[in-house]
Nanobody, 123 residues
Framework: QVQLVESGGGLVQPGGSLRLSCAAS????????MRWYRQAPGKERELVATIVSGGSTTYADSVKGRFTISRDNAKNAVYLQMNSLKPEDTAVYYC?????????????????WGQGTQVTVSS
């Protein structure tokens, strides 16, 4: 099995910064795409940022220029640096990874989710 564990959430004032971390552990052959999602109360989960194994990134329009996604392939980790935070960034943030695992039937791809970490932006 594979586990994703997020950390780094908390309470921050508008304009402040937070850095989220997500570490994957378990039976991993390779991690392909890693993503950060968020879900605010009463809203659908939305994709915030994506990074592929080669390092290319994409962002939601709402966070472009403020958030930066990065990864450390040696540590099976993904990060989200969040700057210039706004109250509307308040949400539970989830990491998500497409993982290749070796199985008896050969290599197979699976998608895993972390448990989420709360980010609250408020004065």
């Amino acid at each position: 099995q594979v586990q994703l564990v997020e950390s780094g959430g908390g309470l921050v004032q508008p304009g402040g910064s937070l850095r989220l971390s997500c570490a994957a552990s378990g039976s991993i052959f390779a991690i392909n795409i890693m993503r950060w999602y968020r879900q605010a109360p009463g809203k659908e989960r939305e994709l915030v940022a994506t990074i592929v194994s080669g390092g290319s990134t994409t962002y939601a329009d709402s966070v472009k220029g403020r958030f930066t996604i990065s990864r450390d392939n040696a540590k099976n980790a993904v990060y989200l640096q969040m700057n210039s935070l706004k109250p509307e960034d308040t949400a539970v943030y989830y990491c998500n990874a497409d993982v290749t695992r070796a199985t008896l039937a050969g290599n197979r791809d699976f998608r895993y989710w972390g448990q989420g970490t709360q980010v609250t932006v408020s004065s």
